[in-house]
């Protein structure tokens, strides 16, 4: 049940953001101790997750009234998920790096974004440009690349629109690059001839002039690894993704958030960053739920529930193939003045060229950010089947929403697991009566074993997709859950035939692939991270399902409570790989095979001295730019 404490807590008292109003030049770190005092970081549970007694009708009673949920009350799953999430704050109030009466509100979605990384960059760029006042991004991985040349090119712009109109924009940026400072100071002050110097390579500030610009290198050492990934516009917009600031072959996943939820995000964003501003955030008297900032100049671009109802997808395909626009590139910008001309700009760069197939244009696009381009095995791709990189979605009022998160963890242990992210994953595992769909780099955590062969026996369908080969000889480790060929092996040994036709364990395809290729071949790699309940409760964000992001990374995701979201989500899911087409494992191993019976090139399968491969894929890990 819902301790007295923390109902309080959610009813009563005032928030990191609401005390950071009243005095903007106190650091947010020393806020959050003054409301919540100092909590050693949590420990184990003492019940198992799998079998934690269910919550009764007042128990979610008492959990629907720690949120405040707008017009479109939760349903009895979200609430039975939420109320296990409530638990973890007895120990740690800011578990799950909000202010708990932030926890639990709601908002809308009209954007979701499954696609290659650039593709997120392109977004966010016209998000910045299009800013007026404040901009906080926050990512785990920076490093020189076609992402980060998209935001330098997009802060020049945003500096010279605001000296166009005579004012000037506060912007804050941090990212993780853990260092030997960081035993002394989690959160290291960046100089700007380090940010803009060769390592990181953002503007100088005499090319941004009419910006006030910050930047915090942040790592708690050894392992709590600064993995969240979100950005937060004029207190009017934030988006939450999976992607670091780097080139590379992933598929993403980002959302747009707007209405009360993006004061949730604030929040975080400000928990997270910690230190004293060094110049004062304008939106700090401006909340989300009275507005945000006063803007003027964006054209007037209607949010939240003033939006026009989204198109559907082959609307989107059929105005991309007629727009026939120039792409949005570093160097060559194309900014947009509203959310629909992107959508409308970005599809019509997967839109075949003339002479080209759809199959070939996909192909091109998704060849882009790869050393090697990759032809085309799969088949043509079908009327209505289009790739759609950017997915509106409507829905007729706001919907419940819930951020499910964790700090960060140093100790180099795995007892930090009783934390809001995973008592949310393994209560949607725990209570979902039909079915639980799941996309994940990785999925070898420990507590996930016995979550999922428990619903499975219970007639829960469990469906899967991971990326071949991710992190293998990290994954490999002792203590670090094996690798999800060697998981998968484990899940279905443990099923008996029945049960094995109730799990679905498929590797990631590419949309213009007929067969999953190796992550180690950096060609077609999925970085999504995923999972939807019963089809109406799922959660998106930073978290992968692994033993870094289970037991150490701080990461931020977001359960919402939608139905219509969660059919476009996965008609996204769906449409732009050909992952449950092609890349079904074996019923009785857990491995892939084509026709043939061959395993996929690169496959590690069972090694026999896995300590080796093991400690150079840690070693590989560490150097590798964002590997975790």
């Known amino acids: 049940m819902v301790s007295d404490h923390v ?72 609430l039975r998920v939420y109320h296990d999430v409530l638990s973890c704050l007895d120990a740690d109030p800011l578990g799950g790096m909000v202010s708990p009466p932030l926890m639990g509100s709601y908002g809308t979605m009209p954007l979701a974004i499954i696609a290659p990384l650039a593709d997120i960059f392109r977004h966010m760029s016209n998000l910045i440009v ?11 991985s920076w490093s020189p690349s076609v992402a980060s040349r998209l935001i330098s090119d997009a802060l020049k712009e945003l500096s010279a629109r605001a000296g166009r109109r005579g004012e000037r924009v506060v912007v804050k940026v941090m990212y993780d690059k853990a260092g030997a400072a960081q035993f002394v100071n989690s959160r290291q002050q960046v100089k700007p001839e380090v940010y803009s110097g060769k390592a990181i390579q953002l503007p100088k500030p005499e090319e941004m002039p009419h910006l006030d610009f910050e930047a915090i290198n942040f790592h708690k050492p050894l392992l709590g690894t600064l993995h969240a990934k979100f950005m937060v516009v004029d207190r009017k917009i934030a988006v939450v993704e999976s992607n670091n600031t780097e080139d590379n072959d ?66 989107v395909v059929v105005d991309g193939q007629a727009a026939q626009l120039p792409e949005h590139m570093p160097g060559d910008p194309h900014y947009d003045p509203d959310l629909t001309s992107e959508i409308t700009r970005m599809q019509s760069a997967y839109s075949p060229k003339p002479n080209e197939s759809r199959l070939q244009a996909t192909n091109r696009q998704l060849n882009l950010p790869c050393p090697k381009p990759s032809s085309p095995t799969g088949p043509e791709i079908a009327d209505g089947d289009e790739f759609t990189p950017y997915i509106p979605i409507s829905t007729p009022s706001p919907f419940p929403i819930a951020l499910v998160s964790r700090p960060p963890f140093g100790a180099p242990n795995n007892s930090n697991v009783f934390v809001p992210q995973n008592e949310a994953w393994l209560s949607c595992i725990r209570n979902a009566k039909k079915s639980i769909f799941i996309q994940t780099p990785d999925l070898n955590a420990t507590p996930l074993h016995a979550a999922v062969i428990t619903a499975l026996k219970r007639g829960v369908e469990i469906t899967y997709y991971v990326c071949l080969g991710y992190n293998d000889a990290g994954e490999i480790m002792p203590g670090q859950g094996g690798t999800n060929e060697m998981f998968a092996g484990k899940l279905v040994e443990a099923l008996s035939p029945a049960e094995r036709k109730l799990l679905h364990i498929c590797y990631y395809v590419g949309k213009d692939q007929a067969h999953p290729i190796h992550h180690n071949f950096k060609a077609r790699s999925c970085h999504v991270k995923l999972l939807i309940a019963d089809g109406h409760v799922g959660i998106q964000g930073s978290g992968n399902q692994d033993t870094q992001s289970w037991y150490h990374s701080q990461e931020i995701n977001v359960m919402i409570d939608s139905e219509e979201v969660c059919r476009k989500w996965r008609e996204g899911i769906e449409r732009n790989q050909n992952t449950a087409k092609f890349g079904k494992a074996g019923e009785t191993d857990g491995v892939w095979r084509d026709e043939n019976g061959k395993e996929a090139e690169g496959s590690m399968g069972k090694p026999s001295m896995p300590w080796v491969k093991g400690v150079a894929g840690m070693m590989k890990k560490m150097q590798d730019k964002g590997g975790f």
Request: with cysteine; charged share 20%.
């Open 7 to 78: 109902f309080k807590l959610c009813q009563e008292t005032p928030s990191v953001s609401s005390e950071f109003a009243k005095n903007p030049l106190e650091a947010p770190t020393e806020i959050a101790k003054k409301l919540y005092g100092h909590h050693k970081s949590t420990t184990a549970h003492d019940a198992s997750g799998v079998d934690r007694p269910p919550a009764s009708p007042t128990d979610l009673e008492r959990a629907r009234q720690c949120g405040r949920w707008g017009p479109q009350q939760p349903s009895e799953l979200f």
């Open 130 to 140: 299009r800013a007026e006042k404040e901009v906080i991004l926050i990512t785990c």
């Open 250 to 315: 992933n598929m993403e996943m980002m959302t747009q958030l707007e209405g009360p939820i993006v004061d949730s995000i604030y929040d975080t964003a400000l928990i997270t960053w910690g230190n004293t501003f060094h110049t004062s955030l304008p939106s700090s008297n401006a909340p989300a739920t009275e507005g945000g900032l006063t803007t003027s100049h964006q054209g007037n671009e209607p949010l939240f529930m003033d939006r026009e109802a989204a198109r559907e997808q082959h609307q």
